[in-house]
Structures are given as structure tokens and as C-alpha cells.
């Protein structure tokens, strides 16, 4: 692979043909050796050890999904193994009540896709609605494994209740055979896998585990990819479970319950979370060693998986992955998911925005807001228009923020209408406010600190650019206005570096210049320039008077230092103890006497610049 | 010479195999305020984890109160009557006001002095004691930061850019109470800031950090001190 520089700032927009950049090679090469491995399986290993990988290969396969679920995306679950079980019983039941053809295995086979399917959408729905908490979707997914079973425990003689369906008639396929088309399954699944994970779309879920709210407020709708990477998970679930009654000729309600689907979440832990090839491994060797020592210390091998378990947590955190993998690469190899892509300019001419036009990019009228009693905002009404830049002072405490909220996000408020564009925002999520163009820098510093600088700023982009699910793209384009942020606090020299390491201002800068890759055309700005230094203040005071004035953005900005907002201001407007109390000039505001007294003090440290 | 409440030699710190600080010297007396300028990303917050033990020390020593601390791990240097206020994330949002600063006291008694005290500085912590602290605005949490060190009773501060985010009549009043806790309790105080204006009407000596060095330092009080500064920020 080759290795692109650092950054290439400034690379025209030209480069149109952009280079993708996948592990494409790396994941044949290993798809291939694993694949020459399950070729020449069945003819060097034991019968009874061929007989036990098929079994581990699919249970491989769902451990694969707790994966992604779990370890990428944040999402613990315990009900993978209801979605096998609806696999294995598709084929159960229409093998033993319909017999067997190859027009009923198509049949039951897509039974497994369409019920697990329908089944993730509905549980996926009831576990990620907007505001969901992860907790609750964890429980879901404890429940629906214990209502699947109950449902098979009172199926009766149709189900086999507690003792299952055994003795259909099934596939004339020989072990080998088997052992191929399990072991085909799952490097095909861990290799998709592999390349899913680290592509563009994959790191959506990382971001999505790192901060959910942030992901939202860049216009991501959370739950809606949560449901589909659900439905998906469940799907190849169903098919591992499809396979698994097609070979075993048994199924039984325990494959469906929440004990198998605990021992998915153990065996991921164990390989390690979040690696892909550690729940494999860890699948395989714990389920082939059970088939073998279970039998010789059946009381005694429980606890030695319990200790195991323990002793993997205390010693190694990350489970066993990280530690097969420093054997391998000696730890001195670079991570390619980390390697910076080049900067691009997405566009020349100026920010068409999201959602531009209409009479007033904002119009407030009597917004409130109180939790309880206690009143936050009363009677907000104002309006802006497009290039304007406003700003919102007030003391530590009257609203600003608040305010804010409420413009980003329909379930805010308590009371009153808020247009954006003219569209108003009722009760809409902050995704949906993001598309009639709202863009809102939180005040703290609100990132991914897993991610790269360079990851963060293609999170921002997924409105606009549709990730690809299998490659990385070689370029990074951004608005003008975000490369002048990164160049102006030296992110650009840092675009392969990890988040966790910036410094808070350059965090806070980083989230100003995702906001501005977003292309808002109503830009909320909470104390944007907090811990930055006063020559940086200043450049990001020039772009934010560039945005409006070239192109046409509306900034409503809260800022304390009165020098910065004197500099670049069109109008300011004061809040004090939730109401508007002036609005106007910033020389009227800035000299009136009751700014003086709310708010500025003496005057001879706190008004000064920076 | 008297007892330095932090001396700094030789400190060199960093994240893994980075180095971010290097050969920092300093030593802050009781009853100093010292402020640490710089700009972001030049090793200022590290310097002060480092110094409270929550990142390595790879060369160097560091003593408080002349007793060494290096490689002492963080919740035993916290005992040593050392107050940090970080930058983010220092207090419990879920908790309220009243039990984020019964949570730094040693004593439940010294609860009502101490908020008695705090509360002629900042009048609204008194008033809403039973609010969650992650309800309450970015500035207020800032104020209730300062607070929750001052209720300690420290004879050392670590602070931590506190003027971010805050009004201006807010950043002159903590000057002044900075400046009462230092003459009445002697308290020593490292301040790092970016806002000039501040740090020079508050402290007695300054240093000016970059790339992870110190790279000037001086009196606040010298002739040419703002405009030292100044330059060395803006390179």
C-alpha cells in the first residue's frame, strides 16, 4: 500500500479521480490461506475435530456479529443467539413438517432471512428510538431471546417444546463437505467483516460508540444505521443457525436462548472486543475444547473457563487478540486504518449550504424553557438573516446555551415556534435539524477521541458523501472555511494523529472545523474559540466574517471576550436571567450601561483582549 | 530560602513514546501565585497531570512541600493539601452541587463553614445546593471548580485555564479571590491561562511555555513583561 504524505494541503479540487484505498490485498491474502487451510482440513485433522469446527465455524460467524454489534458499535447484546435459532428452526420446521427438497431448503432458507429480518426491525426500533439509552437496548436484547424460547417451549408438538425437532430429513451432504462450506462461510463473513470495519462506513459506528449526540448533531441519523446493522447482524446470524440445523439435524430451544447468547458475549471478550479475529479465535478454541475436555471433567471445566475468564480480564483487558497479534507483527507495524489521507478542497466557489434561503435563516418566536420550576427561558423572540453574524452575550448562567439547544433540536424547548430557513423545527431530532441547516459547535469540546483528526472530519462529511462500506477514500475534501481552521491551529499537520492526544483548544478547533465540513447554513457557535490563543482568536474571527459575508451563513455566536465580538459582530443581542433584555448595534450594546453593570464588571481585566 | 510548595527539575513528560514536556524547571513559593502561558498544544495540561502523577514522569524529579512525589501515584499525591482543577470533566455531573463539594471534604463539618466562606465569592452556590452540578450552565460548573479547591483548604492550587468560559466581571473576581486566598492562607498557586490580561493582573511571576519548553520567564511586575510575553506567544 502506498503510503500517502501527511497532508497535502491545498490540492485542488481536481483530483476527482480520488484515490480509494482498501485493505483489499491484505484480506485476500488471508482470506486465501485461511481458505487453503479449511481445503485441506478434513483430510489431516481427526473425524470428531472435523465434526466440532463445523459447530465452532458458525458459532464463529454469530460471535463475528456480537463483534460489530458490541465491539465497533457500542451495542452490548445478548440476543444474537435468538437470531441463530430462527435460522435453526426455519430449517427445522419446514424440514419436519414439509419434508425435505431443494425447492423447501430455498424455502426455509428464505424464511431465516425474511423472519430474522423482520424480527431485528422490530427489535431494533423498540431498542435505538431516538433518546434510547444503551442500557435499555441491552435488556431488549436479553428479553428476546427468553420470549423466543418461551414461544418454542409452547409451540408444542409443531416446535418439539423443550426437546426440540430432531430426525428430519436434511442436505446428503458428507462432513467434509461441510466442513468446506462452514469454513468457506466464515472467512467469506470475518474477511467482509474486516473490510466493512475499517472502510469510511465503519468508522461510523466507532463514532457512533464514541459520542452518539455528536454524530447526531453532524446529521447522522443513529438509529435508523443502528436498526440496519442490526438487520443485517441478524440476517447472517440466521444463516449460520440455518446451516448449523442443516448439518446437526437437531434443533433445540437452548440455541435460541439468552445462556448461548451470554457465552457469544464470553467468547468475544475473550478473543477480544473490537478485533474481529480475537472472537473467532476465542470461539474456536473455548467450543472445540469444551466438545473435548467437557465430556472427561464435567463439573471441573465450567470453572476452568470461569478462572480462564478471570484471568483474561485481570492480564489481558484487551482479551487475547492484541497479544496473537504482537506475536505476529513484533507491535511495530503501523496501523493503515491510521494513516492520514491527503486534504482536498471540496468545492471552489462558494458554500451553497444545506439548506439556504428563505426570508429568515432563524426566526424565534416566545421560545421557553424551564425544567420543572425552575424558568431557564421565557418569551425568546428574534430573527435573523442570512449573513448576519450574531452574537449572544450574557452572563455565566442566563440561557445561552440553552437557547442554543433549542435551536438545534425540536424536543428542546418547552414552548413556542423556532423556524430555521423557514422550516419549522417542532418537535424534530437534531439530525433532521442538521438537514434544514443547522450546524452547532458545543461548548465543550465535543469529538471522537478514538477516532484520527482526519476520521473525525470524514464522520462530518457522511451527510454529504455517502461512505463507502468497503474502501477508505484517499482524499479528504473539505469546505474552504474548514481547511482554513485546520491550517490556522496546525491540524493539518496532524490529521493521522488520535484525538485523545490534541490539546483542548485544538479539540475545540477541530470541532469548529467538523461543523464547518458539515456545510451548515445556520452556524451555532458556543464560545468557539475558548482555550485558543489570541493570533488564532483572531484567524477564526476572520473566517467566521468571511462565512457571512462571502458566503451568506447566518452565525449566532455566544462569546465572552467583548473585544472579539466588538471586532466581528453585525448585531448583538443580551440575555440576562432567560430573557432578551437588548438588542441592536454592538456599540449600543457593548456601551450600554446595563451590560456594564450585568455583565463586564470594572473593566480592566475581563473586557481586555486576550 | 524558604520551602518551595512545588519544585519542578529536570521534568520531562509526554503520552507513550511522545515526549511533550521537556526540562522544565520551576519552583513556586507559599503565598506565590505563579501563572504558565502558553499556547494550546505546547504541553501546559500535561505539565500538571504529570505533576499530579496521572501521567509518567520520564526524567526528572518533582517535590511539593519538600517531600518527593515523583512516581507517587495520583490519590496520594491528592493528599498532600493539593488542590487540581482540570480543564474538563472535574465534576460529578450526576450529583448536586452539595455533594460534589462534600465530595472533596475530609470532614462533613467543615461543610457549612466552608460553603459559608465560598459563598460570599460565589452567591448562587449557596442558593442552589440540590441542583444537579451537570444542570447547572458551562460557567457556573467552572465556578463551582474553584469552589470545591478553595473548600479544601489547600496550601497548593493547580488550575487549570479557569478563565475560559467565564464573563468578565467573573474573571475579576477570581483574580480577587485568588489574590485573599493567597494572603490569608499563604496558598501557593499555579495558574496556566491563555487569557494575558488576567494572568498578568493576578500573578507574581510568570513562564511562558512552548514546544514543551519553558522558553521565558520573569516577574510580573518587570517593564518589559507584557510585551515579552506577548512576542513569545505570537511566533
Known amino acids: 500500500m502506498s503510503s500517502v504524505p501527511a497532508a497535502e494541503v491545498g490540492v485542488p479540487a481536481a483530483s476527482k479521480h480520488r484515490r480509494r484505498r482498501s485493505d483489499l490485498r491484505l484480506v485476500l491474502g488471508f482470506s486465501a490461506a485461511a481458505l487453503v487451510l479449511v481445503a485441506v482440513g478434513p483430510y489431516v485433522l481427526p473425524d470428531y475435530l472435523v465434526n466440532n469446527l463445523v459447530r465452532a465455524f458458525l458459532y464463529a460467524v454469530v460471535a463475528l456479529t456480537v463483534d460489530i454489534l458490541w465491539g465497533y458499535t457500542g451495542v452490548l447484546t445478548f440476543g444474537q443467539s435468538a437470531f441463530f435459532g430462527i435460522g435453526a428452526y426455519a430449517a427445522g420446521l419446514v ?3 414439509m419434508g425435505f427438497s431443494p425447492a423447501h431448503a430455498w424455502l426455509a432458507f428464505g424464511a431465516a432471512i425474511l423472519v430474522s429480518a423482520l424480527v431485528a426491525v422490530l427489535v431494533g426500533w423498540l431498542s435505538f428510538y431516538h433518546g434510547a439509552s444503551p442500557l435499555y437496548a441491552s435488556v431488549v436484547s436479553l428479553v428476546l431471546p427468553i420470549a423466543v424460547t418461551q414461544l418454542l417451549y409452547s409451540g408444542g408438538t409443531f416446535t418439539g417444546s423443550s426437546s426440540g425437532l430432531s430426525g428430519f430429513a436434511s442436505f446428503d451432504i458428507e462432513m467434509n463437505t461441510w466442513f468446506w462450506i462452514a469454513g468457506a462461510f466464515l472467512v467469506l463473513v470475518t474477511g467482509a467483516a474486516w ?7 465503519g468508522r461510523v459506528l ?25 438487520v443485517v447482524m441478524a440476517v447472517i446470524a440466521a444463516m449460520a443457525g440455518y446451516a448449523f440445523a442443516g448439518v446437526q439435524m437437531v434443533v433445540a430451544p437452548e440455541y435460541a436462548g439468552f445462556v448461548f447468547g451470554t457465552e457469544l458475549v464470553i467468547w468475544v471478550a475473550l478473543g477480544g472486543r473490537g478485533t474481529l479475529i480475537g472472537p473467532v479465535i476465542g470461539t474456536l478454541l473455548i467450543d472445540v475444547s469444551t466438545a473435548y475436555l467437557s465430556g472427561n471433567l464435567p463439573f471441573i471445566w465450567k470453572l476452568i473457563i470461569g478462572l480462564a475468564f478471570v484471568v483474561v480480564i485481570v492480564a489481558l483487558p484487551q482479551g487475547i487478540a492484541p497479544l496473537v497479534k504482537r506475536l505476529f507483527r513484533g507491535g511495530g507495524a503501523v496501523d493503515p486504518a491510521k494513516q492520514a ?5 471540496a468545492r471552489e466557489e462558494p458554500l451553497a449550504g444545506l439548506a439556504g434561503g428563505g426570508v429568515h435563516a432563524i426566526s424565534l418566536h416566545d421560545v421557553r424553557k424551564h425544567f420543572g420550576s425552575l424558568v431557564v427561558l421565557q418569551g425568546i423572540d428574534f430573527q435573523a438573516r442570512r449573513g448576519e453574524l450574531l452574537s449572544l452575550v450574557g452572563p455565566n448562567g442566563a440561557g445561552k446555551t440553552t437557547l442554543m439547544r433549542c435551536i438545534s433540536d425540536g424536543a428542546e424547548r418547552s414552548g413556542g415556534t423556532v423556524l430555521v430557513n423557514d422550516h419549522d423545527i417542532e418537535r424534530k431530532p437534531p439530525y433532521d435539524c442538521v438537514a434544514f441547516g443547522v450546524g452547532r459547535k458545543f461548548q465543550n469540546a465535543n469529538t471522537f477521541d478514538a477516532l484520527t483528526v482526519a476520521e473525525s472530519l470524514r464522520i462530518a462529511r457522511t451527510r454529504l458523501e455517502r461512505p463507502s462500506v468497503w474502501t477508505r477514500a484517499g482524499v479528504l475534501e473539505l469546505p474552504e472555511a474548514a481547511l482554513k481552521v485546520m491550517q490556522a491551529t496546525g491540524l493539518d499537520q496532524k490529521l493521522g494523529g488520535e484525538v485523545r492526544h490534541l490539546s483542548h483548544g485544538q479539540k475545540q478547533a477541530l470541532e469548529l472545523a467538523m461543523v464547518l465540513a458539515l456545510e451548515p447554513s445556520v452556524l451555532l457557535l458556543d464560545e468557539p474559540t475558548a482555550g485558543l490563543t489570541k493570533p488564532e482568536r483572531m484567524l477564526i474571527g476572520q473566517i467566521l466574517v468571511e462565512l457571512t459575508g462571502k458566503h451568506g451563513l447566518c452565525i449566532l455566536l455566544v462569546e465572552h471576550d467583548l473585544d472579539f465580538v466588538r471586532e466581528i459582530s453585525s448585531r448583538v443581542i443580551v440575555l440576562h436571567q432567560g430573557r432578551l433584555v437588548l438588542d441592536g448595534t454592538v456599540t449600543e450594546v457593548v456601551e450600554s450601561e446595563l451590560v456594564r453593570t450585568i455583565y463586564a464588571g470594572g473593566g480592566r481585566i475581563g473586557g481586555a483582549a486576550r | 530560602m524558604s520551602t518551595a510548595a512545588l519544585e519542578l527539575a529536570d521534568v520531562h513528560s509526554g503520552y507513550g513514546e511522545a515526549v511533550v514536556v521537556r526540562e522544565v524547571a520551576l519552583d513556586i513559593r507559599p503565598g506565590e501565585i505563579f501563572v504558565l502561558l502558553g499556547k494550546n498544544g505546547m504541553g501546559k495540561s500535561t505539565l500538571l497531570k504529570t505533576v499530579m502523577g496521572f501521567l509518567p514522569l520520564l526524567r526528572g524529579r518533582v517535590r511539593m512541600f519538600d517531600e518527593d512525589i515523583s512516581g507517587m501515584q495520583p490519590h496520594r499525591i491528592a493528599r498532600k493539601a493539593v488542590a487540581y482543577t482540570p480543564q474538563e470533566q472535574a465534576l460529578f455531573q450526576d450529583l448536586t452541587v452539595e455533594d460534589n463539594l462534600r465530595l472533596a471534604l475530609r470532614d462533613d463539618r467543615m461543610l457549612k463553614p466552608g460553603v459559608d466562606r465560598i459563598g460570599a465569592f460565589f452567591p448562587f452556590i449557596p442558593q442552589r445546593m440540590k441542583q444537579r452540578a451537570g444542570t447547572l450552565s458551562g460557567g457556573e460548573q467552572k465556578m463551582l471548580l474553584v469552589a470545591r479547591a478553595l473548600m479544601t483548604r489547600p496550601r497548593l492550587m493547580l488550575v487549570d485555564e479557569i478563565s475560559e ?9 477570581l483574580a480577587s479571590v485568588f489574590k485573599a486566598e493567597r494572603e490569608q492562607s499563604s496558598t501557593a498557586i499555579l495558574l496556566i491561562e491563555q487569557h494575558v490580561k488576567f494572568a498578568l493582573a493576578v500573578a507574581d511571576r510568570y513562564a511562558v511555555l512552548k514546544l514543551g519548553e519553558i522558553v521565558d520567564r520573569g516577574l510580573v511586575g ?14
Do not use: W
Open chain 1, 95 to 97: 424440514f419436519t413438517h
Open chain 1, 195 to 201: 473490510m466493512f470495519v475499517r472502510s469510511d462506513a
Open chain 1, 206 to 230: 466507532v463514532a457512533i460508540r464514541e459520542n452518539e449526540p455528536r454524530c447526531e448533531y453532524l446529521g447522522i441519523n443513529v438509529s435508523r444505521v443502528k436498526i440496519l446493522l442490526l
Open chain 1, 341 to 345: 489521507p491527503a486534504l482536498g478542497i
Open chain 2, 165 to 173: 468560559g467565564l464573563q468578565p466581571s467573573v474573571i475579576e473576581k
Open chain 2, 222 to 235: 518587570a517593564a518589559n513583561a507584557e510585551q515579552s510575553i506577548t512576542d513569545h506567544l505570537a511566533v
